[in-house]
């Protein structure tokens, strides 16, 4: 297992480092000074231009300014942004929990509602709960994200005027940011309107975070369906059944703890759609997160933004689709059986 | 007149047969198969059936509801923008962009990761770990974050959605067909064949290559639906196609501002985009369930 865990860190290691070079050799792409794409200032004073030129190594070759470079991304320097001439370092702290915020409540949606409806698809004997549960998530999963958040927005914000459609929190309250998590930080205020921000930002995070879990919930529902059907045919459950067990308990107690491992396996391959899919719907509900801060970016040419944001996002999926790798590996048993043996 | 039956036996269908039979006896999968020819038609052809050019400005008919609509006319079928263009013209000219295009980066993301893929899953070793994980670094950058850094350096316009959405496709392809090519190698009947005297290129394409098409083209169905979806969503966020283009989600996007008093400019593009979507998943699940007796 510990020999397993280190080529799992090795591979994290070169694929970040594959994917740090990549953003690297499209910085020297960027169309403005090489001193303009890699710090963010526009015009650098003479003090300036020297301490730039020490710390990304810019006279000597491409290998020694990529380990400069390397260095530099990893203490944490991002450069300061073109557009707020703020730290982006600092800039994507506050608007990463954000992002957290949104996508944990979108997978808890997705999740409850998802894992029950697959049970029930895989379970029911009538054709046509089957097929209806089948053409809603193939649906949900053709549906252009835009346009659905666009119409959930029209009908439930200003048609029927239940949700609000834009931002985390009405701006009347006065959060003081503690965990960067709104619905933590409504809580933890000591505020006598602490409960009705609460309130207010769970009203305010009900549209977006339904409009996320479209994609994971329809993913979530057809991999736990097929699943449940295989390991519903295998032996164990028979053995179960010949038992004389409730079918209830075989179900919860047998045969759906099997049934998630691929699940999550599915998951794990799908989070780069997922992330494509929270860039939108930030967008659409102008979120304060890192979607819509990114995008703002590539409107305004902030180049400093865009590759610390791409890095940020892409670091957090390799770590986690790595991560899901290796509780795959620690929940399945079978996995581990060619662990040692192929590459 | 039917063939008369003189043998006794049963004529055995070959696996392609079997295939499209198990295959037609779905028929939503078939509907969508039809769909999908019916776009491939349009795609070809909606320039020259569309009765408006796409940027033709009516301005005695701005934004006029579709015929259905009391007050619409049959002249603009599906009716007008904010500018009076043609929804059905410009549809039919957008089909090209969205589905044609989406169509085009699948071919070439497709014959990319092909040949990396079948290389590298030939390959052993340290060669092959290099050539198969390479691209898995690309993997992990979103494919709207690839465009975002593809705009970055070389700006907006729906060429430059070719370079993001193929970039984000291909390591997908090298992905699956390196890993089934991988598998398939290790299987006992490769064996028997290299005894049998097979050099590897034989290897490859005779005996490989036949339980690796499968894969291949499932994952073209998911790339295809992927891709419409990602040309899409950049068009919205005006990344990929730019304004007065009658890319579908680029449409969704200019009927945004009117939202309020004409749904319809951002009801019917973002139709067009769910039912040719729609239709490709439909093709690819029946494609699966059709293939799955055989892959198993």
């Not at chain 1, 990463?96 to 004997?125: D, H, K, N, T, Y």
């Not at chain 1, 305004?300 to 670091?315: E, F, M, N």
């Not at chain 2, 509801?65 to 006319?73: E, I, L």
């Amino acid at each position: 297992m510990f020999k397993y865990l280190l080529r799992r860190l090795n591979l994290f290691l070169a694929t970040s480092l594959v994917m740090v070079g990549v953003l690297f050799y499209a910085t020297g792409l960027f169309p403005v000074d090489r001193t303009h794409a890699l710090t963010g200032i526009h015009t650098p004073t003479a003090s300036q231009l020297v301490q730039i030129e020490q710390d990304y190594k810019l006279d000597k070759n491409q290998a020694w300014q990529f380990i400069a470079y390397l260095q530099q991304r990893l203490s944490g320097n991002l450069g300061i942004s073109v557009t707020s001439h703020q730290e982006v370092a600092e800039e994507l702290s506050a608007v990463l929990p954000a992002s957290f915020e949104l996508a944990v409540m979108a997978a808890i949606i997705a999740i409850c509602f998802g894992v029950p409806l697959g049970v029930l698809a895989s379970q029911s004997q009538h054709k046509l709960t089957q097929n209806t549960i089948m053409a809603i998530t193939l649906t949900g999963y053709s549906v252009p994200v835009f346009w659905l958040g666009l119409y959930l927005s029209l009908w439930f914000g200003v048609d029927l005027g239940w949700l609000p459609i834009s931002g985390q929190i009405n701006l009347l309250y006065e959060i003081k940011p503690v965990t960067g998590f709104m619905l933590v930080d409504t809580l933890l205020s000591e505020s006598e309107y602490g409960m009705s921000a609460f309130k207010d930002a769970l009203l305010h995070i009900i549209l977006p975070a339904t409009t996320l879990a479209v994609l994971p919930f329809t993913v979530v529902v057809r991999s736990t369906r097929s699943a449940m059907m295989n390991v519903m045919n295998q032996t164990f459950i028979r053995a179960a059944e010949a038992r004389g067990m409730h079918t209830s308990t075989i179900i919860l107690r047998h045969a759906l703890p099997n049934a998630l491992i691929p699940v999550l396996k599915h998951l794990g391959l799908m989070l780069g759609s997922f992330a494509s899919y929270a860039i939108v719907v930030e967008m659409i509900f102008s979120w304060p997160g890192v979607g819509s801060w990114l995008v703002s970016g590539i409107y305004q040419r902030d180049y400093t933004v865009i590759q610390g944001g791409i890095l940020a996002v892409a670091l957090l999926i390799i770590f986690l689709s790595i991560l899901i790798e290796v509780l795959h590996t620690v929940f399945n048993p079978l996995s581990r059986k060619d662990l040692y043996a192929t590459s | 007149m039917p063939p008369v039956k003189i043998y006794q036996e049963d004529q055995i269908a070959s696996p392609t047969m079997r295939v499209w039979l198990n295959f037609s006896a779905n028929p939503f999968a078939l509907a969508g198969l039809w769909t999908i020819a019916f776009l491939l038609l349009l795609t070809l052809f909606g320039p020259m059936i569309a009765p408006f050019p796409p940027e033709a400005q009516d301005p005695r008919a701005l934004l006029l509801p579709p015929s259905w609509d009391p007050s619409g006319t049959v002249a603009h079928f599906l009716g007008t923008d904010d500018l009076g263009r043609d929804i059905f013209s410009r549809l039919l000219h957008g089909a090209h962009l969205t589905f044609g295009m989406a169509l085009l980066i699948v071919v070439t993301a497709l014959f990319t990761g092909f040949i990396i893929g079948s290389l590298s899953g030939m390959m052993r070793g340290l060669k092959s770990s290099i050539l198969g994980h390479l691209l898995d670094a690309l993997l992990s950058i979103p494919s709207l974050l690839m465009a975002i850094l593809v705009v970055a350096v070389m700006g907006p316009g729906l060429e430059n959605v070719f370079w993001a959405v193929g970039i984000a496709l291909t390591p997908q392809f090298v992905r699956s067909i390196h890993q089934s090519v991988h598998e398939e190698l290790q299987k006992e009947y490769v064996t028997a064949a290299r005894l049998d005297g097979a050099n590897s290129m034989q290897i490859f394409w005779y005996v490989i290559m036949p339980n690796v098409w499968e894969v291949v083209i499932i994952q073209t169905t998911l790339a295809i639906s992927a891709a419409i979806l990602d040309i899409a969503a950049l068009g919205f966020l005006s990344l990929g196609a730019q304004a007065p283009s009658p890319e579908w989600g680029a449409m969704v996007a200019q009927g945004m501002d009117n939202l309020l008093t004409a749904p319809w400019a951002v009801t019917i593009p973002g139709l067009a985009i769910l039912f040719s979507v729609l239709s490709i998943n439909l093709v690819g699940d029946g494609l699966r369930s059709a293939l799955a007796p055989i892959r198993n």
